[in-house]
């Protein structure tokens, strides 16, 4: 059966009737979602389509191996989170690229 001739009043029921109460709003959700106002189908083959991770940037970086002294490396991580990003950003401007 699919959701659009799906009643929802008996749904609603069995709802509330497990919530042990009465839902307000219940019905009016249920309604948008039928409407597809709300609700999305995934279908096996959607699912099976979707790409795992985060999508590829245009420009990738390059992962490298650098040596630095303990006291400049310390001084980088205490700026905080994104420091490798900082510091790809004051080469960027020192080599004005």
Do not use: Y
């Not at 609603?12 to 219940?26: K, M, N, S, T, W």
């Not at 309604?31 to 590829?56: L, N, V, Y």
């Not at 080469?91 to 004005?96: M, N, S, T, V, Y």
């Amino acid at each position: 059966m699919k959701l659009r001739e799906l009643d929802i009043e008996p749904v609603a029921r069995a709802v509330e009737a497990d919530a042990g109460q009465p839902l307000p709003g219940l019905r009016e959700s249920l309604a948008q979602a039928q409407r597809g106002e709300f609700a999305a189908t995934h279908t096996p083959q959607a699912i099976a389509a979707r790409k795992r991770g985060r999508p590829k940037a245009a420009a990738t970086k390059e992962a490298v191996k650098i040596r630095l002294d303990p006291d400049v490396l310390a001084a980088l991580r205490a700026t905080g989170r994104g420091w490798q990003t900082r510091v790809n950003q004051i080469l960027r401007e020192r080599f004005a690229l």
